[in-house]
């Protein structure tokens, strides 16, 4: 329970970022909150349950546009209803984000309390991180602004560190913060460990929406500014709420650490031993499974032989390794990585190579998700393509037309209601319709089973791209954006 005389806390979750580091599972389009990386349930579900608990009220979630739907659909699998889903339309790191959190809070109470946690962090200890967030709350009602030190297992060069100071009278648990310091190297790293007194920089934060926009305000006035118009100028989308762009633009793109706690009086930490990572590499995901005797830690269909401390998963089809050590080793549909254990922070370098050459296999994977379920790319080919299309029951896919291509449906399961031009049917399995260039079209599953369908796509031009919506239900509307955004 929070602490006496203080109210319900409300989280912040942040889920925005691409996840590279992680990359191939991890995609611009699909970044790792999204993935069951760590057990069953994703990132961002694992998130949402450590924080169901009634000394939290409802979340507000902050995430970009692209992610909207798979924020929502995600969450609610897990019968997680948020107070507000809030649409960020460009990045502007973590502390415009927990501005605008800050301001939306003060709208409905003076005294809120805020606790800003990433969506992509793994923490295997919640009793440990509930009583961290207990300690961290009566400092935080006190106006302290509270981060949390994560106890080191080992000198990691990968984190930024806090260097912990005193106690703090009467306040159980918390600790004066004498200074942040940034990533050090290894030997820098392995003094801190050897000191004490330093922890990991864990990025999570708790204190009052009024002390937080108070400090932000000294530093950074203009942060504050932008997001207070920007959030004046909002709107509706369905169930979210949309920033106005250019407004939240106009603010300087800057972390919570850079913007306030470097520089602000009243910072305090909570030193805490929780199972904490973030998830930063692969390495990482190594580091926290369980082993077998050679060191090895494998997910899916994999054959080892002569292998030691080597990470191996396989996402699609059989992963065998033979004789090497010390190696991380993922594949998916669509690409393979290999990489020495040491050098997976180098995995972000090989996305930047993607992008430079323009290719796609940085920004999702050959299944796409989208609000009405998803579609995988099976074959492509001179002037065609395939796609296997998934529609959950009651979805329905926007009225819309294609000038260079035509599109034969053939239902594999399910009940497909076709509109075409001025009419509509009905397909069961088995059957297949035509959908000319040019043709108004939609696709529906009025079933209560998925609907599975077969797509052959025919024409001088393919792209997603190719697109005009008539009539949609998710908020988009006339021409499709570019590949990084939702086209189908």
């Not at 961002?44 to 979630?61: G, H, K, N, S, Y």
């Not at 990045?91 to 959190?101: E, I, K, Q, Y």
């Not at 989308?237 to 306030?260: G, K, M, Q, Y």
């Not at 959908?435 to 009025?446: F, K, Q, S, V």
Request: include cysteine.
């Amino acid at each position: 329970m929070s602490e006496k005389g203080i109210g319900r806390i409300t989280p912040v979750i942040l889920s925005a970022g691409s996840g590279s580091r992680l990359w191939p599972l991890s995609r611009a389009g699909y970044p790792k909150q999204f993935l069951p990386l760590a057990g069953d349930l994703t990132l961002i579900q694992e998130t949402a349950l450590r924080l169901a608990d009634d000394r939290f009220a409802a979340p507000l979630v902050i995430c970009n546009e692209e992610h909207r739907f798979v924020v929502a659909e995600q969450l609610r699998a897990q019968s997680c209803q948020p107070a507000e889903i809030i649409l960020e339309p460009v990045g502007r790191n973590t502390a415009p984000a927990a501005a605008v959190a800050a301001l939306r809070l003060l709208d409905g109470r003076d005294d809120a309390l805020m606790l800003v946690v990433p969506s992509d962090h793994v923490i295997t200890d919640t009793a440990a991180f509930l009583a961290a967030v207990d300690q961290a709350a009566g400092a935080a009602a006190q106006g302290l602004l509270v981060t949390f030190g994560i106890t080191p297992e080992r000198a990691e060069t990968g984190y930024g560190y806090i260097r912990a100071g005193g106690p703090l009278p009467g306040l159980d648990g918390v600790r004066a913060v004498d200074r942040f310091v940034e990533k050090p190297d290894l030997e820098t790293a392995e003094g801190y460990l050897a000191a004490g007194g330093y922890h990991w920089n864990s990025g999570i934060f708790l204190f009052s929406a009024r002390a937080y926009l108070e400090d932000l305000e000294r530093a950074n006035a203009a942060i504050v500014a932008a997001c207070r118009q920007a959030i004046a100028a909002s709107r509706r989308d369905l169930t979210f709420c949309r920033l106005d762009e250019d407004a939240f633009a106009a603010s300087p793109s800057v972390s919570i650490d850079h913007a306030v706690m470097e520089t602000t009086r009243k910072a305090a930490v909570v030193p805490v031993d929780m199972g904490w990572s973030d998830l930063g590499a692969w390495s990482a995901l190594w580091a926290m499974a369980p082993k077998d005797d050679r060191g090895n830690v494998t997910r899916g269909d994999v054959i080892l032989h002569d292998t030691s401390n080597a990470y191996v998963r396989s996402d699609h089809g059989l992963a065998a390794v033979a004789g090497l050590e010390d190696v991380v080793v993922v594949t998916t549909d669509d690409a393979v990585l290999v990489a020495h254990r040491d050098k997976v922070q180098d995995v972000k370098t090989l996305v930047d190579h993607l992008k430079a050459e323009g290719r796609t296999e940085h920004v999702r994977h050959r299944m796409v998700h989208r609000p009405w379920g998803n579609y995988r790319t099976i074959d492509r080919g001179e002037r065609f393509q395939v796609k296997r299309i998934v529609v959950q029951p009651g979805a329905r896919l926007s009225l819309q037309m294609h000038h260079h291509r035509a599109e034969h449906w053939i239902v594999v399961s399910g009940t497909a209601l076709v509109t075409r031009g001025a009419g509509s049917f009905l397909l069961t399995e088995n059957q297949s319709t035509y959908i000319p260039a040019g043709e108004a079209h939609r696709l529906e599953n009025p079933g209560k089973l998925p609907l599975h369908l077969i797509e052959v796509q025919s024409g001088s031009y393919l792209g997603e791209d190719d697109i005009i919506r008539f009539e949609d239900g998710y908020g988009r509307s006339g021409p499709a954006d570019t590949a990084t955004k939702a086209t189908f």
